[in-house]
């Protein structure tokens, strides 16, 4: 892991298991203008401005079928770069630790991005894509219709201070 | 793969690449009233009435700091009873095969299941949450707090005949 930074004062990682539990097929990539971690967005609403691409494996092609039916999808995604045993951290708008599972940090035991994404155009095996924050080439590990019925929560709350 | 029922007519299975490209651990598991898949309820918001728990696994129980802050959180687990190589499916209220990425249904590539879900209480390390509609005993990978301004698209457009 000497490619990681060292945790910052407060931060706790644990040791991780031996061995996984079970395994992912990467199923596509995500193509945006940022080319490093350093350069992407905070979060997945700070670039509306931006279209980016998802391009689909040839093998899964097939499973876009219908997918145009809907206005907006949900890519989850495998932050490859990402170290994994910080289980406390110290966001920079943070002055506390904080647990990871109180955190969207990409680094996570498991490290999945999740964005609720607007889906623009469909051609082949591309989709032209709204609303995302990561690195161009992150690979995609599932896509799946965003219901507004079950998914889309306006009332939630979270804490006051840009917590 | 021989516990797998047969696909229906117009499903279409693919060959699924011979190795993992990533791992995932467990991090906890989900208790529900639900001892089987075929109890399930159809999706995370039918049955609000049922108050389920996650528990999560004591290696990863610092993680959990600060939780309770939020009202609401995401949460990603394992659909690990799930066939992965049906790209195309016909689900019981569609006449016509439909692609994976535009349906919600467990069998997929990566049989990830996502719910949002209330977080009603926090003792120790387990959660009580409300809408969740996975087998008892489901793998948890993942718990993201939710953000209404990134994660809520009340406006989200679907099918409008049941799709």
Same mark, same amino acid.
């Given at each position: 892991? #000497?490619?990681?930074?060292?945790?910052?004062?407060?931060?706790?990682?644990?040791?991780?298991?031996?061995?996984? $539990?079970?395994?992912?097929?990467?199923?596509?990539?995500?193509?945006?203008?940022?080319? %490093?971690?350093?350069?992407? =967005?905070?979060?997945?609403?700070?670039? /509306?401005?931006?279209?980016?691409?998802?391009?689909?494996?040839?093998?899964?092609?097939?499973?876009?079928? $219908?997918?145009?039916?809907? #206005?907006?999808?949900?890519?989850?995604?495998?932050?490859?770069?990402?170290?994994?045993?910080?289980?406390?951290?110290?966001?920079?708008?943070?002055?506390? /630790?904080?647990?990871?599972?109180?955190?969207? #940090? =990409? *680094?996570? /035991?498991?490290?999945?991005?999740?964005? *609720?994404?607007?889906? *623009?155009?469909?051609?082949?095996? %591309?989709? %032209?894509?709204?609303?995302?924050?990561?690195?161009?080439?992150? =690979?995609?590990?599932?896509?799946?219709?965003?219901?507004?019925?079950?998914?889309?929560?306006?009332?939630?709350?979270?804490?006051?201070?840009?917590?």
């Amino acid at each position: 892991m #000497s490619e990681f930074k060292p945790p910052r004062p407060g931060e706790v990682s644990i040791p991780l298991p031996a061995a996984f $539990d079970a395994g992912l097929y990467y199923i596509g990539f995500i193509r945006t203008p940022w080319k %490093t971690r350093a350069e992407c =967005p905070k979060n997945s609403g700070e670039r /509306p401005d931006v279209l980016a691409r998802i391009e689909i494996d040839p093998v899964y092609g097939a499973g876009l079928k $219908d997918i145009g039916l809907f #206005s907006h999808l949900i890519a989850l995604y495998w932050l490859d770069e990402a170290r994994r045993d910080l289980i406390l951290q110290v966001p920079s708008h943070l002055e506390e /630790p904080r647990g990871v599972f109180a955190l969207r #940090s =990409p *680094v996570r /035991p498991n490290p999945i991005g999740l964005s *609720v994404v607007e889906l *623009v155009a469909v051609d082949g095996l %591309t989709l %032209t894509i709204r609303n995302i924050d990561c690195r161009d080439g992150t =690979p995609l590990i599932d896509l799946k219709p965003y219901f507004a019925s079950i998914d889309s929560v306006p009332q939630a709350r979270r804490p006051d201070r840009r917590g």
